[in-house]
């Protein structure tokens, strides 16, 4: 089974600055790779797929890079409405997916 | 526009059944996989099951193998989580959600999300 690792698991920043997230995959999962952000109380949001595309409508200060095993999510220029926490996720086979056990960005 | 409802989640006790389901609108349903992702309280997301636009494929993550099935009735756009011999660390929200295409099968909409409190 393939394992999913994050870190940091919480990071402390302020408004306008430029945050990197990592994600790691115990074995290569190509580009199968997404991002989402949660808020409390709130559904998931999809925010970057096939590791480096931009879903529809999500701001473009969000990027997705990294292939294989290190993929990396980057906010050009952190926003209020982006402190929440955000998972990664493999989607390598329908036969069994895994999140990330997730960063939570919050205010410094 | 894409809605998935879910409902069916309670309080139940610890060895129950329960039997949730999750109504789809604003799309084909029959033309996506679909998918169970749970959360237990604090905790992160927890990818359930998966099933093939006919019902005919089903996946499981381990936890739940032998005790949870999946199903869907495509004429009635529902989705379905039958949930029998409960446990406590079975106690999460449970989402529904769409997978995207059958090259690109990436989670594009949720639901709102169903409280399953397993008690002892």
């Known amino acids: 089974d393939i394992q999913m690792t994050q870190s940091p698991s919480t990071l402390s920043a302020s408004v306008g600055d430029r945050v990197t997230l990592t994600c790691r995959a115990s074995?290569?999962?190509?580009?199968?790779l997404a991002w989402f952000q949660q808020k409390p109380g709130k559904a998931p949001k999809l925010l970057i797929y096939k590791a480096s595309s931009l879903e529809s409508g999500v701001p473009s200060r969000f990027s997705g890079s990294g292939s294989g095993t290190e993929f990396t999510l980057t906010i050009s220029s952190l926003q209020p409405d982006d402190f929440a926490t955000y998972y990664c996720q493999d989607y390598n086979t329908y036969a069994g997916f895994t999140f990330g056990p997730g960063t939570k960005v919050e205010i410094k | 526009e894409v809605k998935l409802v879910e409902s069916g989640g309670t309080l139940v006790q610890r060895g129950g059944s329960l039997r949730l389901s999750c109504e789809a609108s604003?799309?084909?349903?029959?033309?996506?996989?679909m998918s169970w992702v749970r959360q237990a309280p604090g905790k992160g997301l927890e990818w359930v099951a998966n099933?093939?636009?006919?019902?005919?494929?089903?996946y499981y993550v381990d936890s739940v193998k032998g005790r949870f099935t999946i199903s869907r009735d495509n004429a009635k756009h529902s989705l379905y989580l039958q949930m029998n011999s409960l446990r406590g660390d079975d106690t999460a929200v449970y989402f529904c959600?769409?997978?995207?295409?059958?090259?690109?099968?990436?989670?594009?909409?949720w639901g709102q999300g169903t409280l399953v409190t397993v008690s002892s």
């Open positions: 959600a769409r997978l995207r295409d059958s090259y690109n099968y990436v989670f594009d909409y």
């Open positions: 604003g799309f084909t349903f029959s033309f996506h996989w």
């Open positions: 099933i093939r636009q006919d019902g005919n494929e089903k």
């Open positions: 074995q290569s999962i190509g580009a199968w």
